[in-house]
């Protein structure tokens, strides 16, 4: 019996197994309104067999995207947007699901492609961060955030949660990872705040856990609420796996059903040993010393890989991306690999 083609539940949600679509930036909408492209993109992955297909980081506001191209949920018309993408997910087999995010003072940026740099001049947009404190020393400062702009925030990821259900979504992962708000106030390298909110672990949490609760009040208690973290931010004295662990305990207080366990990204000159599996141990140590479901990502390409992690009790699911891209039918080429039989859509049965 394979491990990665094994059934999961989360509270009501049962997955058809443990392969993941990572949610992975498209760069491609207009007024944060996803289109064809996401809607092939994201369908073509629930068709090749995924137990879940996560949708790109999706800005609770238009201020809180990474580019203007970022996909976006503050409005109705984008809830309209993303209804028959879910249905076609659903109807497919695999769970929709939707990550929502706030990117803090990573915010205001041209996509990759364009140089991935701070925008200068009328398309950009002020910025918001735990303290005015820029991610390159080249780019403009973040606003230091006041409580007005917290409750606001806080708003937004609420009302970013009714629509998300209101969508059809399923699952809904909250981004703290990456460099992005809500790491940014968990890291002693970004938060330089000397009121409740910076200083202590416990203050440095305060804000995010917030969030967490806040979407939780507002999401079904029948549907899995998931954080993405970023573990390590590969720094001395800045976030780490102990702090991370006992941040996991906390969220799980509040209800969150699964952390997903990645790495990196809040500062520019970090030093992160990327290679195959390098962030495995990240959900390993979680799961076992938070008690609390796992799933890890980095760099996991092959059928085995995937299938050993959860064998070996690692994590209790992956989450792929590159190789997603690659190629959007990977589990269905894993099941051939593993030896496992796995029902193919029916229109493509005579390839099998």
Known sequence: MSQLFSKLKLCEVEFRNRIWVSPMCQYSCQDGIVNDWHFVHLGSRAVG????VLVEATAVSPEGRISPEDSGIWSDAHTRAFSPIAKFI???????????????????????????????GARSWQSLAPS???????????????REDMKQVLDQFKKATLRSHEAGFELVEIHMAHGYLLHEFLSPLSNLRTDEYGGTLANRMRFPLSVAEAVRSVWPQSLPLLVRISASDWVEKGWDLDQSIIFARELKKLGVNLIDCSSGALVPDAKIPVAPLFQVPFAEAIRSQAQIPTAAVGLISEAQQAEDILREQKADAVFLARAFLRDPYWPLHAAKALGHTFDWPRQYSRAN
Do not use: Y
Not at 49 to 52: P, V
Not at 91 to 118: D, F, M, Y
Not at 132 to 146: H, I, Q, V, Y
């Open 90 to 120: 659903r109807e497919h087999g695999a769970v929709p699901g939707i990550q929502l995010a706030h990117a803090g003072r990573k915010a205001s940026t041209e996509a990759p492609w364009n140089g991935g740099s701070a925008i200068v």
């Open 49 to 52: 067999g995924a137990g879940l």
């Open 132 to 146: 005015a404190l820029a991610f390159r020393p080249e780019w403009p400062a973040p606003k230091a955030m006041d």
